[in-house]
């Protein structure tokens, strides 16, 4: 107790409250980390499914810091996402807070996220601790925990270096640029996990993040495992938040990636980061949202929805002059196949471009499904060459006609010779379409082109 001693021997000096000022400051200096000294708490007021209530502090919560419950069955985190005169309202990150009424509650301020070089390589819940069996955590500079710092639009680096990701359809139709961010559009069981793993294969990166969020949990092992495998692996990290957990812990999944990803980007590094999905964050989005009592304006969806769409995905991108980059596929799960739901229509505004995978081409066997005529690049023309641009203007017109006269064929009205365009894209769009198969196991393209012309060249031998 040798601060108490300290503090009799300054009393005996004299009253003065200047000096038993700067003792109380001279002991909280003392202490690694201060809030342990001394903790600002209130009670918990009302209690519902997905949110508490807690009255006294008001005056010292701000949005987004965290409180500790101190319950029957211990201690549990939530987050401050309403704040009124006389109460702040926490949703929990436990599914099961066991929360009662006069339960003790206490601030401990914003998340602070501290990433480390180690941490590739490591699978990682939404609140930064391991999940997987690796040793604990290293942490990084306190300096990279604070709130994210987003370059301004003028500080940008400019977009302008393409890269192969080994997906001929991709490369092709809808080629990537460094710093570009990109949506995949599809519904439920079309390949879209399937695809995402094979961008994530891409050699073209320093460190890879994935954020798999409201993904079942029987799958998340058999992504990292098999479909990433090791060596992707040891250049990854996985930030994980399964269905089954809480709205609050999906909800925080993505920006914890994104902190990871802007950590790596500063360093200098080229990154490429993973969403899946950004329809169930949306979701998550909601109902804590809800719980707070936000009116819905489009579909059962808040309005601060679509307020934190563009302020999550705005964060990926080029990095300032110096700094790397953060090239974001983000996958959006339509809704029974629209893609005009108001989260689809959203997110396909604010990315540079937008694959959509079809379901009728999954069914023909075609895989990756993607549809090319509806898929889009907004950057394409930063990594097409001259000679490229045309050709696949002229593959897109070819594709187009052979799928407008489908059923003209089926029903026997072909007849060759009668129009030369459209005999020839009956004779080269099936080979275009088994040139663009391509499967997980499947080595990766070096050039995309050159593996079309080969197919092409193949049909004219024969």
Same mark, same amino acid.
């Given at each position: 107790?040798? $601060?108490?001693?300290?503090?009799? =021997?300054?009393?005996?000096?004299?009253?003065?409250?200047?000096?038993?000022?700067?003792?109380?400051?001279?002991?909280?200096?003392?202490?690694?980390?201060?809030?342990?000294?001394?903790?600002?708490?209130? *009670?918990?007021?009302?209690?519902?499914?997905?949110?508490?209530?807690?009255?006294? +502090?008001?005056?010292?919560? *701000?949005?987004?810091?965290?409180?500790?419950?101190?319950?029957?069955?211990?201690?549990?985190?939530?987050?401050?996402?309403?704040?009124? *005169?006389?109460?702040?309202?926490?949703?929990?990150?436990?599914?099961?807070?066991?929360?009662?009424?006069?339960?003790?509650?206490?601030?401990?301020?914003?998340?602070?996220?501290?990433?480390?070089?180690?941490?590739?390589?490591?699978?990682?819940?939404?609140?930064?601790?391991? /999940?997987?069996?690796?040793?604990?955590?290293?942490?990084?500079?306190?300096?990279?925990?604070?709130?994210? =710092?987003?370059? &301004?639009?003028?500080?940008?680096?400019?977009?302008?270096?393409?890269?192969?990701?080994?997906?001929?359809?991709?490369?092709?139709?809808? %080629?990537?640029?460094?710093?570009? =961010?990109?949506?995949?559009?599809? #519904?439920? &069981?079309?390949?879209?996990? !399937? +695809?995402?793993?094979?961008?994530?294969?891409?050699?073209?990166?320093?460190?890879?993040?994935?954020?798999?969020? &409201?993904?079942?949990?029987?799958?998340?092992?058999?992504?990292?495992?098999? !479909?990433?495998?090791?060596?992707?692996?040891?250049?990854?990290?996985?930030?994980?938040?399964?269905?089954?957990?809480?709205?609050?812990?999906?909800?925080?999944? %993505?920006?914890?990636?994104?902190?990871?990803?802007?950590?790596?980007?500063?360093?200098?590094?080229?990154?490429?980061? /993973?969403?899946?999905?950004? !329809?169930?964050?949306?979701?998550? +989005?909601?109902?804590?949202?809800?719980? !707070? #009592?936000?009116?819905?304006?489009?579909?059962?969806?808040?309005?601060?929805?679509?307020?934190?769409?563009?302020?999550?995905?705005?964060?990926? #991108?080029?990095?300032?002059?110096?700094? &790397?980059?953060?090239?974001?596929?983000?996958?959006?799960?339509?809704?029974?196949?629209?893609?005009?739901?108001?989260?689809?229509?959203?997110?396909?505004?604010?990315?540079?471009?937008?694959?959509?995978?079809?379901?009728?081409?999954?069914?023909?066997?075609?895989? %990756?499904?993607?549809?090319?005529?509806?898929?889009?690049?907004?950057?394409?023309?930063?990594?097409?060459?001259?000679?490229?641009?045309?050709?696949?203007?002229?593959?897109?017109?070819?594709?187009?006609?052979?799928?407008?006269?489908?059923?003209?064929?089926?029903? #026997?009205?072909? $007849?060759?010779?009668?129009?030369?365009?459209?005999?020839?894209?009956?004779?080269?769009?099936?080979?275009?379409?088994?040139?663009?198969?391509?499967?997980?196991?499947? %080595?990766?393209?070096?050039?995309?082109?050159?593996?079309?012309? *080969?197919?092409?060249?193949?049909?004219?031998? $024969?």
């Amino acid at each position: 107790m040798r $601060q108490d001693h300290a503090l009799v =021997r300054l009393s005996e000096r004299g009253p003065s409250p200047v000096n038993k000022l700067a003792l109380l400051e001279h002991i909280w200096k003392r202490f690694e980390e201060p809030s342990e000294l001394i903790r600002h708490g209130g *009670r918990i007021s009302e209690v519902s499914s997905t949110h508490y209530k807690v009255g006294g +502090l008001s005056e010292l919560a *701000r949005l987004g810091d965290l409180v500790e419950h101190r319950g029957r069955k211990g201690g549990s985190l939530g987050e401050v996402v309403h704040i009124a *005169r006389g109460e702040v309202v926490v949703a929990p990150f436990e599914r099961n807070a066991d929360a009662g009424i006069g339960d003790a509650v206490f601030r401990r301020g914003p998340l602070a996220i501290v990433p480390d070089p180690s941490w590739r390589g490591r699978a990682i819940d939404a609140l930064a601790r391991p /999940i997987d069996a690796g040793a604990p955590l290293l942490r990084g500079s306190e300096d990279a925990g604070g709130p994210e =710092r987003t370059p &301004g639009a003028m500080e940008r680096q400019r977009v302008g270096t393409g890269f192969h990701t080994g997906v001929r359809v991709i490369d092709i139709f809808t %080629p990537l640029c460094f710093g570009q =961010r990109l949506g995949v559009f599809a #519904g439920s &069981g079309v390949g879209k996990s !399937t +695809l995402l793993a094979m961008l994530a294969g891409a050699d073209a990166f320093d460190t890879v993040v994935v954020a798999l969020i &409201g993904e079942r949990g029987r799958e998340v092992r058999e992504f990292l495992e098999d !479909t990433l495998g090791a060596t992707n692996m040891a250049k990854t990290v996985a930030v994980v938040a399964t269905s089954d957990e809480s709205a609050m812990m999906r909800r925080r999944a %993505p920006d914890t990636a994104m902190r990871v990803a802007e950590y790596f980007r500063d360093r200098g590094d080229r990154v490429l980061l /993973i969403l899946d999905s950004i !329809t169930r964050f949306a979701h998550a +989005l909601r109902e804590v949202a809800t719980g !707070t #009592g936000e009116p819905p304006v489009a579909r059962g969806y808040p309005a601060s929805v679509f307020t934190e769409l563009p302020r999550l995905l705005e964060r990926a #991108g080029p990095g300032a002059e110096g700094a &790397g980059s953060i090239t974001a596929i983000i996958s959006v799960l339509v809704d029974g196949d629209d893609h005009n739901d108001p989260i689809a229509d959203s997110v396909r505004g604010i990315l540079d471009g937008h694959v959509v995978l079809d379901r009728a081409i999954a069914e023909q066997g075609r895989l %990756p499904s993607v549809d090319p005529l509806a898929s889009i690049s907004r950057l394409a023309g930063r990594a097409w060459t001259p000679e490229q641009r045309v050709l696949v203007t002229q593959l897109k017109a070819m594709i187009a006609r052979f799928e407008d006269t489908r059923d003209i064929r089926l029903l #026997g009205a072909y $007849q060759a010779g009668a129009d030369p365009e459209l005999d020839l894209a009956v004779t080269q769009v099936p080979v275009i379409y088994e040139a663009l198969r391509q499967s997980p196991s499947d %080595p990766a393209s070096a050039d995309a082109f050159s593996d079309l012309a *080969r197919h092409l060249r193949g049909s004219h031998a $024969q």
